[in-house]
Each structure stands twice: as structure tokens, then as C-alpha cells.
């Protein structure tokens, strides 16, 4: 009697890991199958349109730009920070009268001084990527690194790694790379259609 509850005790603790796989394996599931609504909560979309038309104007993916909102404002368009970034982008007043002097955006149509403004917002936006995505060559991961830590930094880095991620030394513009390349992937597939 005393050798049988041992062969069963045996027998039970060999299931506990098959228990334990079958239960990571079903969170490993229901995570890379949720329904797109859980993960369209955390990544919502907004001004479709805005995007689609100032995208397209400057040659930048609309799935970038997106990816960037939602890191820098949460898609709130009179978000501000103590530096004085403004709006669903986050652009400096600086850097938007500089994409005007540099002809990149019509400053008869969009005010510089009314980065508020969704549309006006994702125009000098999409106009600032496109200037940073040419200035590196079309590397996108330089230019995100750069709308976050400032060209000179990206420059530096460049110099000192050829892998970018290696060289950035501000913890932010790290983690800032990270999010905005994981947005992007999911902004493409949550919303496959919305700026065909």
C-alpha cells in the first residue's frame, strides 16, 4: 500500500510542469491572439485623414507618424511639456519656424504658432520626420532617435557604434526607440486599411 502512494505522488508532481507549460503556453496564446479591441485600447487611432494627406505630402510612413503620437502625446492634441513641446507631436516653436524657413511646410497655410491644431501639428510633424529621415539617409531608427534626442546626439552615437541602439547613452532615447519601432508594428497591424 505505502509503495503505490509513492508511485502516485511520483506521478502527480510529473504533471505539474506539463500544468505549468500548458498555462504559459495558453497566456503565450491569448496574447498573440487577443482581440484586436484590448490592444486597440492601447493603441487607438485618430485624424486618419490628417495623417493620411501630410504623409503622403512629405514621404513619410503614416504608421510612423502614428507610432510617434502615441509616444509623445497619447494622441492628446494640447499636450505640453515643461520644455515647451506642443501638441500631439511634441514639436519645439523653434523647430516648426524652421521647417517653414527651410520651405518644407507652407507657412501660409500652417501657422507655426498654432501647433494645437491636429492638422497644423501633424504637417510640421511629418515635414520634421521627413527632414530627419533624409538627413540620415533613410535610416528610420536615426531619425526616431533623433526626433527624440536632437541630430547632433544621433550623430555622435553614429559615430561611435555602428549599431545605434549600442551607442545612445540617454536612457530615454533608448527605451523612446523601443516603443516607437514596437508602435509602428502594431499600428500597421491593428489598422491595415487605414491609410490605403
Known amino acids: 500500500m505505502g509503495g503505490r502512494?509513492?508511485?502516485?505522488l511520483f506521478a502527480w508532481y510529473r504533471t505539474i510542469p506539463l500544468i505549468i507549460v500548458a498555462v504559459f503556453g495558453l497566456i503565450s496564446f491569448v496574447y498573440s491572439f487577443a482581440p484586436s479591441l484590448l490592444f486597440k485600447a492601447v493603441y487607438p487611432l485618430s485624424y486618419e485623414e490628417e495623417i493620411s494627406d501630410s504623409s503622403v505630402r512629405h514621404g513619410v510612413d503614416p504608421y510612423l507618424v502614428a507610432a510617434?503620437?502615441?509616444?509623445?502625446?497619447?494622441?492628446?492634441?494640447?499636450a505640453s511639456?515643461?520644455?515647451?513641446?506642443?501638441?500631439?507631436?511634441?514639436l519645439m516653436p523653434e523647430t516648426a519656424d524652421d521647417m517653414v524657413r527651410k520651405g518644407l511646410v507652407d507657412g501660409s497655410i500652417y501657422d507655426s504658432g498654432n501647433l494645437s491644431d491636429?492638422?497644423?501639428?501633424i504637417e510640421f510633424g511629418c515635414a520634421y520626420l521627413s527632414y530627419l529621415l533624409e538627413y540620415f539617409n533613410g535610416v528610420t531608427d536615426n531619425a526616431i532617435a533623433a526626433y527624440n534626442a536632437g541630430m547632433g546626439n544621433v550623430d555622435d552615437w553614429t559615430q561611435q557604434d555602428s549599431i545605434l541602439?549600442?551607442?545612445?547613452?540617454?536612457?530615454?532615447?533608448?527605451?523612446?526607440?523601443?516603443?516607437?519601432?514596437?508602435?509602428?508594428?502594431r499600428y500597421r497591424e491593428l489598422y491595415p486599411q487605414a491609410f490605403v
Open 81 to 90: 511639456s515643461h520644455k515647451g513641446a506642443q501638441g500631439l507631436m511634441q
Open 68 to 78: 510617434v503620437i502615441q509616444a509623445e502625446s497619447s494622441w492628446k492634441p494640447d
Open 5 to 8: 502512494g509513492s508511485v502516485r
Open 118 to 121: 491636429p492638422a497644423t501639428n
Open 165 to 185: 541602439h549600442n551607442a545612445i547613452t540617454f536612457p530615454e532615447t533608448q527605451a523612446y526607440l523601443v516603443r516607437v519601432n514596437m508602435a509602428q508594428g
